[in-house]
């Protein structure tokens, strides 16, 4: 699934979470880093309206579907993802840190969250070594000072694996400053995910999620911050379900173009050989 923008190309290209745990361990297995972005409809909106937000996405390695718009376009274009949510990434990851004995570190949110959700993960999954951790003043710089300071730290600390708890676009541009800094530190921009293991943020329960009614919940726990939010997606489907729908008439008229250029090959691999043979084909042999 591809988000087409003046500047710049939007591929989610990890359409689901096998796939992702599998690339992610292949690269902490080798010493290799990575950014990790889930896509959402806010991000969308963000990105139409932001060039350097485009740029910082576009340096993103792997993007995944966080958001059942996202997949309900995907599967209009043709090109269908699975749902991969932020939230349900962290545990799957970090149980993966613990097989591997892959260190990791916490950034964003505020420390007694950090320290809270490290408690908490370790009390579920003994073993988790969560070696750094880092909460940034308010009006961080995701490439200022602050943020080369906390690489630094991180770098030395040992970790592998970095879960950062930021909002968008600041969590995006720190994962791709990482990446320079830090090239073999996974980064991983889970938004709330953190809070929601500390307790400081409630989920919507599981019957919700299973519903696609999630928005619904949080709209409910903070109207008046997520209302425009949610107003703001919503301006935006139709101009993505023509981009949807572009896409799938061009994926079929590329199947169509491949399809002809098949046909024709037999035909041609039999002219070559007749030719080789100083003879014509059949078809041509036979007068009226």
Known sequence: MRFQFPDQTITVNVPDRPRLLAEVRARLLSGQGFSLATINLDHLVKLRASASYRQIYAAQDLIVADGNPIVWLSRLAG??????????????????????????????????????????????????????????????????????????AM????????????????????????RTQAPAIGFCGFGA????VAGQQTRAPHWMRKLALEWLWRVMSAPRRLIPRYVACVAILPGQVVGALRQRNARALFILDQSAAAAQQPVQVVAQGAARLGKTPDHDQHGP
């Open 79 to 152: 090109l269908p993802v699975s749902l991969v949510p932020g939230s349900d990434l962290l545990r799957p990851l970090l149980e993966m840190a613990v097989a591997d004995g892959i260190a990791v570190a916490f950034y964003g949110s505020t420390p007694a969250v950090l320290a809270q959700a490290a408690l908490n993960l370790n009390a579920e999954m003994p073993g988790l070594r969560v070696v750094w951790s880092g909460a940034p003043a308010m009006g961080f710089d995701p490439t200022g000072a602050e943020a080369v300071s906390a690489l630094a």
């Open 155 to 178: 770098r030395a600390s040992g970790a592998r694996l970095c879960i950062i708890s930021l909002s968008a676009p600041r969590q995006e541009a720190f994962a791709a400053f990482g």
């Open 193 to 196: 995910g953190l809070d929601f």
